[in-house]
């Protein structure tokens, strides 16, 4: 947005606090699957909206390794109804969800 540079910007740190809160989700709903060495990594990306203004663009990237495929996508997908930035950007952010 034409900022300085050098410094942390507004998308790092919401990208941050989104990856942390939705790990903590899929903990949540992943009680009793092997989480073990699981991490949440999140892009989020800042573009100009059809009808003016800017918005915000999230992918979350799942990984865990001790789980197969569709057992991790099972849980990414529960974790994304419970965490609560899913909640708070639900219908006004495009959040895709993938698992590594």
């Not at 699981?38 to 800017?54: E, N, Q, R």
């Not at 992918?59 to 849980?75: I, K, N, Q, R, Y």
């Amino acid at each position: 947005m034409g900022g300085a540079g050098g410094a942390t910007n507004p998308e790092q740190l919401f990208a941050a606090g989104y990856a942390a809160c939705f790990h903590s989700a899929l903990k949540l709903v992943g009680r009793g699957s092997d989480l073990t060495g699981s991490t949440v990594t999140a892009h989020v990306s800042l573009g100009a909206l059809d009808a003016g203004g800017y918005g915000l663009g999230v992918e979350l990237v799942v990984s865990a390794p001790a789980l197969d495929h569709d057992s991790a996508l099972a849980l990414v997908e529960k974790a994304h109804e419970v965490c609560p930035y899913s909640n708070a950007t639900r219908g006004n952010v495009d959040v895709a969800l993938r698992v590594a």
